[in-house]
Every structure is written in C-alpha cells, then in structure tokens.
C-alpha cells in the first residue's frame, strides 16, 4: 500500500471522515508504523465532542499497536517489523520545569498522540521513537490496544489512590475493566459502581472478580479508602467522598468532567482528598506494561473495522460495550 487511510475529524460534533495521503517519510527520531490496532477511548469522544480543544483537522487514537516499517536517521530503540505501543504521551520539550523534575506528565509543551499530532485511527502513523514503548508478547495486538490508556493511565490513577485495600471504582468501561484485574492480582479488594440499575454492567464487574458491585447513588457495604472516578460525571465527586474513609482520596482519572456540585465541607473534612490524574510518564508506561507481562490480566475487546470508527465512538458513549472498543485496519 502506497497511501495512508485515516479517520479524520475536521470539526468537533462532526463525524469523522475517510482521507487519504501519501505516506510519509520519517524524520529525525520517528519511526513510520503500520497500524495492527487503535484503541477507541473515552478521551476520543471529548476531542470528538468539541470538549478539550486541540489541534484540526486531526486523526484521533492513542493506544496505537503497530509495526515499525521505517525508521527516521536518529530514532533508536527499535528496529524493522518491532512491534511497538504508542501511548497519549507522543513528545515532551524535555528542559521545562516539569520535565526537569520528573513530572514529565506535566510538561508545558507536551504533544499527545491523537490530540495535536495525528493518530492511531489510521493504516499508519509517525511517531517518535523516543515515546514509544515495548508491549508484553502474551497479548494479541487487539488485546494490547487499551493497555495504553485506559490500562496505563488508569494503572498511574491507582497509584495515585494509595495502599488501602477497599477500593471503588465509579464507571466501569474500558479501564475499569483493566485496574479491576490488576488490584485483585494486588490483594485489594475492588467495589464496582455503575449507572444505576445497570445490572449487565454489575455482574461484568462481578465476573472480573469485584466483591460488590451496584449502582452510583449506592452506598458501598463498608467504607473504601479511596475511589477512583473513570466515568466524566461530576456529580460523582461529593457521591464518592461520602464512600471513602476519613483520610481516603477520591481520584478524578479522566481529562474532561462536567461541573462539580458545590457539596457541604463535612465530606471532604477529615482529611478527605480530591486529585486528578494527568497524563503519563514514560517510567509508568515501563513499569505498567512489566506489570501486564507479569500479571493474570485479560482485556476484553469489540473490534470494529477503520472505516466504522464513528460507529465505535458510538459505542463508546453508550456505555455498553463490555470492556474496549478497538479499530483494526
Ligand atoms: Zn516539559
Ligand atoms: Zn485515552
């Protein structure tokens, strides 16, 4: 093949449409990837939506499996037909303040994968070597895809919720369905909240090995140490401080959430604590794909063709898929 075929949006609230351009060289530290798989996250739909503002036109995805097939003059680390993970993180300036104190996640002039670079929603795509990681082999290369956002992102949301053994997660989609395997592989126990009545929702969860599971305005049977918050919906916050203990933390993992309601001191009094998550370093992206290498984790994933990514995003934001949607080309 001698053109490249991506989904394109153009403008937010518009479906994205079919091009087509010649494919490109590699330069500098790139590498030219030939797309096995793209994940379809939730983040996909706020640049769809017009929610967080980037870069047009663009070709969104970012958790891109594919093979090398070229390499720019300086790019290292990977050769020829390596397979390769291509996260949200696609490049950093590398000397401002966050980049020079470890935070690379919070770099004033990032570039995102998807967001102001084109993406993985594409028979191929250009990519910095230097951002790029290493993927477990126990994975098909479907299977892979939402290791790289909703598995990775929502790994460093986990970190970030502490050591306590009594977990909550409010949403359960594509990265729920990851972090839920992962905190029983590390001996917590996982209390799943779903839209109200959502009962296919509730027994995925319980299949996945949660030890309850029920609807977002419930009351967990005993009180959590910390919540992660996966679904965009503000009126979690306040609905999740009053699940965790004194000194628990509610974690925010998505980029975009509609309004917060105000809500009284008393739930966040004693210690309480609201954090977001932002972005990835490339050490969580390392450290997270040794720990799905190591790790008993399954993704469960619904392929659809390239040319039906607007039917994926659909499905996304229904809600009712069973884990992720992935694009194959
Ligand atoms: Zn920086
Ligand atoms: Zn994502």
């Given amino acids: ?32 990837i030939e797309v096995a798989a793209c994940g379809v996250c939730r983040t996909d739909l706020h640049i769809v939506d ?5 870069a047009l036109p663009i070709v969104p995805g970012h958790e891109i499996v594919g093979r ?45 994968t998807g967001f102001t670079r084109n ?30 956002c909703a598995g990775l992102i929502g790994f460093r949301a986990l ?42 929702g509730q027994s995925f969860a ?3 090995g949660c030890v309850w599971a029920g609807g977002s305005s419930e009351a967990p049977p005993e009180e959590l140490d910390a919540a992660i918050i996966f679904a965009p919906v503000g009126t979690l916050v306040p609905e999740a401080l009053k699940s965790v ?13 509609s309004d917060i309601p105000a809500f009284s001191y008393d739930l966040l009094w004693g ?13 969580d992206g390392r450290e997270f794909m040794e720990i799905a290498a190591r790790s008993p984790i399954k993704t469960r994933t619904t392929t659809f063709p390239l040319s039906e990514a607007n039917e994926a995003l659909s499905a996304v934001r229904s809600g009712t898929l069973e884990g992720a949607a992935v694009l194959v080309p």
């Fill in 159 to 200: 970190k970030r919720a502490g050591e306590g053994e009594r977990i909550g997660f409010y949403g359960f989609g594509a990265a729920a369905h990851i972090l839920a395997q992962v905190a029983g592989w590390q001996g917590r126990r996982v209390f799943a909240f779903t839209r109200d009545g959502d009962a296919e």
């Fill in 68 to 112: 090398v097939v070229a390499l720019g003059p300086s790019a290292a680390g990977f050769q020829i037909g390596d397979r390769v993970g291509v996260p949200w993180l696609g490049g950093t300036d590398g000397n401002c303040f966050y980049c020079t104190h470890g935070m690379e996640n919070l770099c004033d002039s990032p570039v995102f």
């Fill in 119 to 148: 993406g993985g929603y594409a028979t191929h795509v250009v990519v910095d070597s230097r951002f790029c990681l290493p993927l477990p082999d126990s994975f098909g290369d479907a299977e892979a895809a939402p290791l790289l």
């Fill in 245 to 257: 203990r004194k000194g628990g933390r509610v974690i925010c993992a998505g980029i975009h959430m």
């Fill in 1 to 32: 093949m001698t053109i490249v075929c991506a989904m394109q949006l153009d403008r937010p609230g518009e479906p994205l449409r079919e091009v087509t351009w010649d494919i490109p060289e590699p330069s500098g530290s790139d590498l030219l």
């Fill in 206 to 208: 319980g299949s996945l």
């Fill in 50 to 54: 017009g929610e967080i503002h980037g």
């Fill in 271 to 283: 210690e309480r604590a609201i954090l977001s998550v932002a972005n990835l370093t490339r050490a």
